[in-house]
């Protein structure tokens, strides 16, 4: 299969939010009320919000076959740890249902993590990100190398909260 995995530029939101429509919904179904999926949604997915998150550092990139997208990835700088550490924030990763299970997913966090390593500029980096505790993709980020450093539950709005693992690799 010819995956290509190309960084995304403003005409790709679109795309993005389109396939955001299809994937997210599916991921979270059994896990979010449909409130918090459309407010989610709209907070993360409308297209002003993911010019938004561009114009903040937000970096994207797009998995396709034959141009056709299968899934996404966004990272961005987040913070500097007092070791020096630069700590990046997975964003994003998510593959269209029909694609799980096809090396995706794997080759986006590898594009994600060589982002950070051509553009960090400290001694070391980490690549973090939180994902639902229920969400079964937390065995995928195991299986990829990454650890639960911490969970939480963060408020996100109108009396809704992500109840997440924080989790993390070297890169």
């Given amino acids: 299969m010819d995956i290509s995995i190309k960084r995304a530029c403003e005409k790709d939101l679109q795309t993005i939010h389109e396939m955001a429509e299809v994937v997210f919904r599916e991921t979270y179904k059994t896990i979010l009320s449909p409130e918090q999926m459309d407010y989610m949604m709209e907070w993360m997915y409308s297209l ?7 114009d903040r550092g937000h970096v994207y990139y797009i998995a396709r076959v034959k141009d056709e997208p299968q899934g996404y990835v966004s990272v961005r700088k987040d913070s500097v740890d007092e070791d020096g550490t630069e700590v990046w924030h997975l964003e994003k990763i998510y593959v269209m249902p029909l694609a799980q299970g096809s090396g995706f997913g794997h080759r986006l966090l590898e594009t994600a993590k060589q982002h950070v390593r051509d553009n960090h500029s400290g001694v070391r980096a980490r ?45």
């Fill in 127 to 171: 690549i973090e990100l939180n994902v639902n505790r229920n969400n079964p993709a937390v065995g995928f980020y195991l299986k990829e190398g990454l650890t639960i450093l911490r969970q939480g539950d963060f408020p996100i709005g109108n009396g809704f909260y992500m109840n997440d693992y924080i989790m993390g690799v070297g890169v």
């Fill in 48 to 54: 002003p919000s993911l010019k938004d998150q561009v």
